[in-house]
């Protein structure tokens, strides 16, 4: 086997002879799971998980979050109590952690949250306005009833006792006809208030999803590699509905519950002072508890989210790994670790649990008590002669009519806090600074320069070290060297993935990370062996890479990678909807829809980075003629594992430990016997 077949065959494409070895796991692909076979001997596979085995490692669930199950009840009470601080504990470090992030995504603080809801609200002043006022106008309507209904029970009392049974009737019919009135002008404009909220619910929320996907967006690309593509997942799928959520129903519920709230116990005051004094005193109460709560519940549901982050990163980590998880023997481990995932997960959850139950347990003696005592009072203050009966009959009626809006009150602001957990989350993608700011200039000429290029993607541990390489316009530069000597790094700096640390790479003059993105992917682009296909239709597809390009411009990209004739044959051609769900396309189809892109945006220069190599070769070879259409004319760059590719080139750089060991033509570095020579020796013996 020559060194170039044993190259194609470790880079997992079956060879014609299905021959066994790493290949197999390529060939099993389609196999039912239950059949799977690891490929490696039963004694790696054991010494591997043995390995994971024996790595100690804190349990995820500390043995005090488990108290005893057999002690005395104050033994159990204090455990209970000591647990709870522990949660409480938990959730604090959880929040200081994510709050520090150095690497994955952080979290904003809360004047930043502040700012942003209340600019979303500034937007729609005129809503808001109308929300407030015909808010404000339903409940006054409303607590207008009770009070007329107390006034008429003093009435016909006075009526009654004078022997005025006409007068005292006269009087409840007129007050019914009033009544029926202000329930009519009441649901007028609740439905003004509700149709207002709604209104407002839905605009603040399509500014707040907007602002999100441009902050996603504009997210560095180095910050969303070193970040977990579970956290982002959790972030823009869970914590944008729980956010949504809380914009559409909480936020405009809060704002109706607290204006009612007021205005009752502005009536109630206004009916008899001193029959209001146990809604005041117990409504106090339970504000205090409500603000202890909002103390601490912040910190609980942001760890929850963190949690549930977690557990999307382990499953999609496990997904995306399950050939080696299987074949390495770490089922157990990725099923304790998915285990470990959601019991922290539930030990969050019933942090913020045991916090909502203290909540409502007093709340709901809040809410029942002050009945009761308003009766008492009621009896007394009549007996004395401090209040009439209609004025304990108001009383009543208002301290029924109080306590719907509080409950709803409590529960909105209990929602709110979830969506501003949420939300704390989502702005955290927006205070990742950019990494690049777009400059005026542009440049003036195709030749890319990289000057003395450091790159560090940790801090004090540099990968490349002074790197200096200059292009001629329509060279071929091939650059090769042993693994991890930071060929694709150089390859990212060239193509303006990443900036360097130091140095510079120019076109024309100008630093490809002050191009604005759109004119940056015209000069150079990279294409690796990761190429994607977006939900869209094949056309959707093609224009991404230069938006307001015409039918004819795609067809003639598309025929340009020999990719026209088989998207003319798909059910709809052009309109033909690909990605996940719709039609599928083989690897090599893909990779074609990824070159016609890139013809369209017409970059002069090209970086490859082995794009061809997890192809099959087959499919390799057909797609070389593509390939070439796209090359022709340009500069390219091609990092290759293939030495044949650097034969071709026009230059080649040997990269070892992140610098340009050898640079020159095949024939010069074969005649300088040195490291391009010994590896040219070795592919060809
Ligand atoms: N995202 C990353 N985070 C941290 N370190 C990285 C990252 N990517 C690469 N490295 C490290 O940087 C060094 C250079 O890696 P690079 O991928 O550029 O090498 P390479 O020459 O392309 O290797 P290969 O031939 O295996 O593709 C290696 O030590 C690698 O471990
Ligand atoms: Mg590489």
């Given at each position: 086997?020559?060194?170039?077949?044993?190259?194609?065959?470790?880079?997992?494409?079956?060879?014609?002879?299905?021959?066994?070895?790493?290949?197999?796991?390529?060939?099993?692909?389609?196999?039912?799971?239950?059949?799977?076979?690891?490929?490696?001997?039963?004694?790696?596979?054991?010494?591997?998980?043995?390995?994971?085995?024996?790595?100690?490692?804190?349990?995820?669930?500390?043995?005090?979050?488990?108290?005893?199950?057999?002690?005395?009840v104050g033994e159990r009470l204090s455990a209970l109590h000591r647990r709870h601080l522990?949660?409480?504990?938990?959730?604090?470090?959880?929040?200081?952690?994510?709050?520090?992030?150095?690497?994955?995504?952080?979290?904003?603080?809360?004047?930043?949250?502040?700012?942003?809801?209340?600019?979303?609200?500034?937007?729609?002043?005129?809503?808001?306005?109308?929300?407030?006022?015909?808010?404000?106008?339903?409940?006054?309507?409303?607590?207008?009833?009770?009070?007329?209904?107390?006034?008429?029970?003093?009435?016909?009392?006075?009526?009654?006792?004078?022997?005025?049974?006409?007068?005292?009737?006269?009087?409840?019919?007129?007050?019914?006809?009033?009544?029926?009135?202000?329930?009519?002008?009441?649901?007028?404009?609740?439905?003004?208030?509700?149709?207002?909220?709604?209104?407002?619910?839905?605009?603040?929320?399509?500014?707040?999803?907007?602002?999100?996907?441009?902050?996603?967006?504009?997210?560095?690309?180095?910050?969303?590699?070193?970040?977990?593509?579970?956290?982002?997942?959790?972030?823009?799928?869970?914590?944008?509905?729980?956010?949504?959520?809380?914009?559409?129903?909480?936020?405009?519920?809060?704002?109706?519950?607290?204006?009612?709230?007021?205005?009752?116990?502005?009536?109630?005051?206004?009916?008899?002072?001193?029959?209001?004094?146990?809604?005041?005193?117990?409504?106090?109460?339970?504000?205090?508890?409500?603000?202890?709560?909002?103390?601490?519940?912040?910190?609980?549901?942001?760890?929850?989210?963190?949690?549930?982050?977690?557990?999307?990163?382990?499953?999609?980590?496990?997904?995306?790994?399950?050939?080696?998880?299987?074949?390495?023997?770490?089922?157990?481990?990725?099923?304790?670790?998915?285990?470990?995932?959601?019991?922290?997960?539930?030990?969050?959850?019933?942090?913020?649990?045991?916090?909502?139950?203290?909540?409502?347990?007093?709340?709901?003696?809040?809410?029942?008590?002050?009945?009761?005592?308003?009766?008492?009072?009621?009896?007394?203050?009549?007996?004395?002669?401090?209040?009439?009966?209609?004025?304990?009959?108001?009383?009543?009626?208002?301290?029924?009519?109080?306590?719907?809006?509080?409950?709803?009150?409590?529960?909105?602001?209990?929602?709110?806090?979830?969506?501003?957990?949420?939300?704390?989350?989502?702005?955290?993608?927006?205070?990742?600074?950019?990494?690049?700011?777009?400059?005026?200039d542009r440049p003036t000429g195709p030749e890319l320069v990289g000057t003395d290029l450091?790159?560090?993607?940790?801090?004090?541990?540099?990968?490349?070290?002074?790197?200096?390489?200059?292009?001629?316009?329509?060279?071929?530069?091939?650059?090769?060297?042993?693994?991890?000597?930071?060929?694709?790094?150089?390859?990212?700096?060239?193509?303006?993935?990443?900036?360097?640390?130091?140095?510079?790479?120019?076109?024309?003059?100008?630093?490809?990370?002050?191009?604005?993105?759109?004119?940056?992917?015209?000069?150079?682009?990279?294409?690796?062996?990761?190429?994607?296909?977006?939900?869209?239709?094949?056309?959707?597809?093609?224009?991404?890479?230069?938006?307001?390009?015409?039918?004819?411009?795609?067809?003639?990209?598309?025929?340009?990678?020999?990719?026209?004739?088989?998207?003319?044959?798909?059910?709809?051609?052009?309109?033909?909807?690909?990605?996940?769900?719709?039609?599928?396309?083989?690897?090599?189809?893909?990779?074609?829809?990824?070159l016609a892109r890139l013809i369209l945006a017409d970059p002069h220069t090209i970086v490859?980075?082995?794009?061809?190599?997890?192809?099959?070769?087959?499919?390799?070879?057909?797609?070389?003629?593509?390939?070439?259409?796209?090359?022709?004319?340009?500069?390219?760059?091609?990092?290759?594992?293939?030495?044949?590719?650097?034969?071709?080139?026009?230059?080649?750089?040997?990269?070892?430990?992140?610098?340009?060991?050898?640079?020159?033509?095949?024939?010069?570095?074969?005649?300088?016997?040195?490291?391009?020579?010994?590896?040219?020796?070795?592919?060809?013996?």
């Amino acid at each position: 086997m020559s060194r170039a077949d044993s190259t194609v065959a470790t880079t997992g494409a079956p060879d014609a002879a299905g021959a066994p070895g790493v290949t197999g796991i390529a060939d099993t692909t389609d196999v039912a799971d239950a059949t799977w076979v690891s490929p490696l001997p039963d004694v790696l596979a054991a010494e591997s998980a043995r390995t994971w085995d024996s790595a100690v490692h804190a349990p995820a669930v500390p043995d005090e979050l488990r108290p005893p199950q057999s002690a005395s009840v104050g033994e159990r009470l204090s455990a209970l109590h000591r647990r709870h601080l522990l949660r409480e504990r938990r959730a604090q470090e959880f929040v200081a952690d994510t709050m520090n992030a150095r690497t994955g995504l952080p979290i904003a603080d809360n004047a930043r949250v502040v700012r942003f809801i209340g600019g979303l609200l500034s937007q729609e002043r005129l809503l808001v306005v109308s929300v407030v006022l015909a808010n404000a106008l339903a409940a006054t309507a409303g607590l207008l009833v009770p009070r007329l209904l107390g006034e008429l029970v003093d009435s016909t009392v006075a009526d009654v006792e004078a022997g005025r049974v006409d007068a005292a009737l006269a009087g409840a019919n007129s007050a019914a006809l009033v009544v029926a009135g202000l329930v009519v002008v009441q649901s007028a404009f609740t439905f003004a208030a509700k149709m207002s909220s709604t209104v407002l619910g839905q605009s603040v929320l399509a500014t707040a999803r907007e602002y999100i996907v441009h902050a996603i967006l504009r997210l560095p690309l180095s910050r969303v590699e070193s970040a977990s593509s579970g956290d982002l997942v959790t972030r823009v799928t869970r914590d944008v509905g729980t956010m949504s959520e809380s914009v559409r129903w909480a936020l405009p519920e809060a704002i109706i519950a607290s204006i009612t709230v007021v205005l009752t116990l502005v009536a109630m005051v206004s009916n008899s002072p001193l029959l209001s004094l146990p809604s005041i005193v117990l409504m106090s109460l339970a504000l205090f508890q409500v603000r202890r709560y909002l103390g601490r519940a912040p910190k609980g549901y942001l760890t929850e989210g963190g949690t549930y982050s977690r557990i999307n990163t382990t499953l999609t980590e496990t997904v995306e790994g399950a050939r080696t998880v299987e074949a390495l023997g770490l089922t157990h481990h990725r099923l304790r670790r998915g285990d470990e995932d959601i019991e922290v997960s539930g030990q969050a959850e019933r942090y913020t649990m045991t916090l909502r139950n203290l909540l409502f347990a007093v709340m709901d003696i809040a809410f029942s008590l002050p009945r009761v005592l308003v009766l008492l009072l009621g009896a007394i203050g009549y007996a004395q002669g401090w209040a009439t009966l209609g004025q304990i009959t108001t009383a009543i009626l208002y301290t029924e009519a109080l306590w719907g809006p509080f409950d709803m009150l409590v529960h909105t602001v209990d929602r709110v806090q979830v969506g501003i957990a949420s939300t704390t989350r989502l702005l955290g993608i927006a205070t990742v600074p950019p990494d690049r700011e777009a400059g005026a200039d542009r440049p003036t000429g195709p030749e890319l320069v990289g000057t003395d290029l450091r790159y560090a993607y940790r801090a004090g541990h540099d990968v490349l070290h002074g790197i200096d390489l200059d292009l001629s316009t329509g060279e071929r530069l091939a650059i090769v060297g042993p693994s991890g000597s930071g060929k694709s790094t150089l390859g990212r700096l060239l193509s303006g993935i990443h900036g360097p640390r130091t140095g510079s790479v120019t076109v024309g003059g100008v630093e490809l990370t002050s191009l604005p993105l759109d004119q940056l992917r015209t000069e150079v682009a990279l294409v690796t062996q990761e190429h994607h296909v977006f939900i869209g239709s094949v056309r959707d597809n093609v224009v991404l890479a230069r938006e307001g390009s015409t039918d004819d411009e795609v067809r003639e990209a598309l025929r340009a990678v020999d990719a026209l004739d088989w998207v003319e044959r798909l059910p709809e051609g052009l309109d033909t909807k690909l990605g996940s769900g719709h039609q599928a396309l083989t690897p090599g189809r893909a990779q074609q829809i990824a070159l016609a892109r890139l013809i369209l945006a017409d970059p002069h220069t090209i970086v490859l980075d082995e794009a061809t190599s997890l192809i099959d070769p087959r499919t390799a070879r057909h797609l070389e003629g593509s390939m070439n259409a796209l090359l022709t004319g340009r500069t390219v760059v091609a990092i290759a594992h293939r030495l044949h590719t650097a034969h071709d080139a026009d230059r080649i750089a040997v990269v070892i430990d992140g610098r340009v060991a050898e640079l020159g033509s095949h024939d010069e570095l074969v005649e300088q016997e040195g490291e391009y020579a010994a590896l040219w020796r070795a592919w060809t013996s």
